[in-house]
């Protein structure tokens, strides 16, 4: 019989490797359901996942992004883990300009379809002993085709971001757009109580319904142009993902608690409303965690082990968690607090020039090197590129919610010391050695209140709501710091931190507490 330390790929162990993978293997092998991982960037996370995945020979391993997919494939061979992407990132074998998804291949019998790149790595990875998947895929995979069956063991990567993750596969929206294209009256009706839409929602279900049909039936005409064949491919599974969500909604209503929010944008003229659960516990369990009999959680960032639990629903008596030391000197990831001032909505707009002035200090200090300022705003980040001292502007690389991985992409060739103005990359990043020496986080990164469902959750659980924001803020400050031979200075710019981490101080790994230097 094999030992589980065999399946390690690595040459050798890093600190801590060796003694975790053993203790997860005897709690899987023991009473315990679930293990919670909290293991710092740089311990090997990914070499435990992938030695326990290849061990257990049925394993789904999942993580948040595209990206991080992509480097588990640079780290290991593919016979060790074979990667499934969407149809997306495939091109068509009758089509080479088109991907996979864009051709008729999913809605029509394939003419070529042992020869179909996304069907050859489909049958890769449901024969491969683990099989590597971002959520938002194998959300859809397994619970809209069942193309795989349940497997032994399920890796969640970056397990902090599930709650998220399983709330963008069943919160779903109507738009005033959306409704006229399928043929119901644009204005949407405004109710003061859920109950009174199940009526309309079971009305649009319908419609959906009889749209899926009729475009159905579009696509069967041999003769139109690959682009007709393109849109209405995209037309069919965007009506057969809102009809799957509002069966969803429609199925757990009694169950689980839902909220709506009708938003208006003045620009088009056009109102949007949105249906999201409350909590998302059980909707973990039966999309995502119902598909292994062990599960695996993996974070940098758990903080708090009956946070995490209650979040998800998940049984704590059959839940162990294992928390592994950072092995990361705090002289080479300070923590240097500048205590600009305070970022509340009441204080912002006299805060900014003083932001603007530290900031500015901050990249005359690090003239030479690359950095990294996290701004959790659009307002902070376009304020800093325009008052900036005149000289340090050229060195900002400010992304727009359309760019995004366009502009990261640039920063991360660039050999100049380029800062990379962000509100929207607290995780996910890998910013090792001269990527960055510096990281800014000037506003603590409170969830947006103007969320119904994000208020109400906060007013029913205020614990929820600061262990939320300490969680984006630990993975924030990470960013920079990736081995044990790297360095990276911190900065955090808003007043409010101290308050918040004396009152939550119990969210805070000591290895984040004690780099604090003032």
Not at 11 to 35: A, M, S
Not at 266 to 290: D, H, N, R, V
Not at 400 to 426: C, D, G, Q, Y
Request: aromatic content about 12%; some cysteine; hydrophobic content about 35%.
């Amino acid at each position: 019989m094999s030992n589980i330390l065999d399946f390690f790929v690595h040459k050798t162990f890093r600190t801590h490797q060796k003694e975790t993978i053993l203790e997860i293997q005897q709690c899987f092998d023991g009473d315990y359901e679930n293990v919670v991982l909290e293991s710092p960037t740089g311990s090997g996370k990914s070499a435990i996942a992938v030695c326990l995945g290849l061990n257990y020979k049925s394993t789904f391993l999942l993580t948040s992004q595209k990206i991080l997919q992509d480097q588990y494939i640079k780290d290991y061979s593919s016979d060790k883990v074979c990667v499934l992407k969407g149809r997306n990132n495939y091109p068509c074998k009758l089509f080479p300009d088109m991907t996979c998804e864009d051709s008729f291949c999913s809605t029509k019998p394939c003419p070529v379809k042992p020869e179909c790149f996304y069907e050859i790595a489909k049958q890769k990875a449901i024969a491969s002993h683990v099989a590597l998947m971002n959520y938002k895929y194998f959300l859809c995979i397994t619970n809209y085709t069942g193309a795989f069956s349940e497997r032994k063991l399920l890796i969640c990567d970056e397990a902090h971001s599930l709650d998220d993750e399983c709330m963008s596969f069943v919160e779903f929206s109507f738009s005033s757009f959306y409704l006229s294209k399928l043929g119901v009256t644009s204005k949407i009706p405004i109710y003061e109580k859920l109950e009174e839409y199940i009526v309309w929602l079971e009305m649009l279900q319908v419609k959906i319904k009889e749209r899926k049909k009729i475009t159905q039936e579009k696509l069967k005409n041999k003769f139109l142009d690959t682009s007709i064949i393109s849109d209405l491919q995209k037309e069919l599974e965007s009506l057969t993902s809102q009809e799957e969500r509002v069966k969803t909604f429609l199925d757990s209503r009694t169950k689980v608690e839902w909220i709506f929010d009708i938003t208006t944008n003045e620009k088009l003229k056009s109102k949007t409303i949105i249906f999201k659960p409350l909590t998302i516990g059980y909707f973990a369990q039966k999309l995502l965690f119902k598909h292994a009999e062990k599960k695996l959680f993996m974070s940098a960032t758990i903080l708090d082990n009956e946070s995490f639990c209650k979040n998800l629903s998940l049984d704590i008596s059959k839940t162990k968690f294992i928390q592994v030391p950072s092995t990361f000197h705090e002289d080479i990831r300070p923590i240097i607090l500048t205590r600009s001032g305070n970022l509340g909505k009441n204080d912002i707009d006299k805060t900014l020039p003083k932001i603007a002035e530290d900031v500015s200090k901050i990249l005359d200090y690090h003239e030479n090197e690359r950095g990294l300022i996290h701004t959790h705003t659009f307002k902070i980040a376009n304020y800093i590129k325009e008052h900036v001292e005149e000289r340090f502007r050229d060195r900002i690389m400010l992304h727009t919610s359309e760019n995004r991985i366009e502009t990261l992409n640039a920063f991360l060739s660039t050999k100049e010391p380029k800062v990379l103005l962000t509100p929207s990359m607290t995780e996910g990043i890998d910013l090792k050695d001269d990527l960055a020496r510096f990281v800014v986080i000037v506003k603590l990164p409170f969830m947006f209140l103007g969320d119904k469902q994000v208020k109400k959750r906060m007013e029913m659980d205020p614990e929820w709501y600061r262990w939320k924001t300490a969680l984006t803020l630990v993975q924030a400050s990470g960013r920079g710091v990736r081995h044990e031979n790297d360095f990276c200075t911190i900065y955090i710019m808003d007043s409010q931190f101290g308050y918040f981490l004396k009152n939550n101080r119990k969210f805070f790994p000591k290895y984040f507490v004690d780099a604090i230097k003032n």
